[in-house]
């Protein structure tokens, strides 16, 4: 299993560090990139645009002193099989080639 996750992290990592800040994290299931606008906005567009579902970060973290640790980040999560989770990362890098190129 931890193989498999591996060559999602790594698969999907190439894929979308040209368009997204994506590291490898040491253990889990799941990326967490910084979002170019709001991780709400990213997400909903993502979303309506891609057909594929990530959780924006502010929904998993608490506001202290007015920050919020998730903000501007969201939650990818590799649970799909490896052909799947490759074609929502080209999704990915498609919408922000489309909606967030420089």
């Given at each position: ?12 990592t ?42 924006p ?39 922000m ?6």
């Amino acid at each position: 299993n931890r193989a498999l996750y591996r060559a999602k992290f790594d698969a999907v990592t190439a894929r979308l560090s040209a368009t997204l800040d994506t590291v490898t994290p040491p253990a889990g299931f799941y990326l967490w990139p910084k979002t170019p606008v709001s991780d709400t906005v990213f997400a909903r567009g993502l979303l309506e645009k891609t057909n594929v579902a990530v959780l924006p970060g502010s929904y998993l973290g608490r506001e202290v002193d007015g920050i919020n640790p998730g903000a501007n980040h969201v939650r990818l999560a590799l649970v799909a099989t490896l052909e799947e989770t490759l074609e929502a990362a080209d999704r990915i890098a498609d919408f922000m080639a489309q909606c967030y190129s420089a």
